[in-house]
């Protein structure tokens, strides 16, 4: 079971450390505020009120311990740029800090995270990719040019299987899931035959997956 050190407990704390717990993880969660804490006792595994940017309270949790750390400070770029260093020179094995701007993410990954995430900036790029585009109903960036998105099937699809379609080579994507009446198939296999009902979570690079988009009614 993984472990993890969520420290900062503002609405993407909070979610964060749920979603967490969810998955079957333990969790510390740790923030200055009491009434932050009391949203998430009955959820987290252990909490800890407490001012991480002070070596007397970071260094009692034990960072080395969990397998992720995550800096969620949200309104205090110097108290997430502290912490950060501090996770790093106490022996934290991965470190992810929230920053809501490019130099915010230099100066972070300069003073000892691993990974940047930017959660207003995702929500914005994939809301303005599902209103943008009315026939995809979910999309995730992996890299500037590659993304996952969910789609629809095109009607011309309908009664054949994935082999028969040739997906991969003809539309030079992978179908990765498909959503179908509440439920879930995980890299479906060749001979799956698609219905039309059925919404698919295909992985591939923008401008291809954009070809089968644009086909859609």
Same mark, same amino acid.
């Given at each position: 079971?993984?472990?993890? *050190?969520?420290?900062? *407990? ?13 998955? !079957? ?11 932050? #804490? ?5 959820? $987290? ?12 309270? +970071? ?28 996770? @790093? =020179?106490? !022996?934290?094995? @991965? &470190?992810?800090? /929230?920053?809501?701007?490019? #130099?915010?993410?230099?100066? +972070? *990954?300069?003073?000892? $995270?691993? =990974?940047?995430?930017?959660?207003? /900036? ?27 998105? =969910?789609? $629809?099937? +095109? ?9 028969? *379609?040739?997906?991969? &080579? ?16 995980? +890299? ?15 992985? !591939?690079r923008d401008r291809d997956v954009e070809k089968i988009v644009k086909n859609l009614k």
């Amino acid at each position: 079971m993984k472990s993890f *050190l969520v420290i900062g *407990l503002g609405r993407f704390g909070q979610h964060l450390t749920r979603k967490l717990v969810e998955t !079957g993880c333990e969790v510390m969660a740790v923030d200055t505020r009491e009434d932050r #804490i009391r949203t998430v006792m009955q959820v $987290a595994t252990s909490v800890e009120i407490g001012d991480c940017t002070k070596d007397s309270v +970071l260094s009692t949790l034990g960072v080395a311990n969990y397998d992720m750390c995550f800096v969620c400070v949200g309104n205090d770029f110097q108290s997430s740029l502290v912490i950060t260093d501090m996770l @790093k =020179e106490m !022996g934290a094995q @991965k &470190v992810v800090s /929230r920053a809501s701007r490019d #130099i915010q993410a230099k100066f +972070l *990954l300069r003073n000892g $995270a691993d =990974e940047v995430i930017y959660p207003e /900036r995702d929500f914005a790029e994939r809301l303005a990719v599902r209103c943008a585009k009315s026939k995809v109903f979910d999309y995730m960036e992996l890299t500037k040019e590659v993304s996952v998105y =969910e789609i $629809a099937t +095109l009607p011309a699809w309908v009664g054949k299987t994935i082999r028969e *379609l040739n997906f991969r &080579v003809e539309y030079n994507c992978s179908i990765l899931a498909v959503k179908k009446a509440g439920e879930t198939i995980a +890299l479906p296999g060749a001979d799956y035959v698609f219905d039309g009902s059925e919404h698919m979570m295909v992985f !591939g690079r923008d401008r291809d997956v954009e070809k089968i988009v644009k086909n859609l009614k």
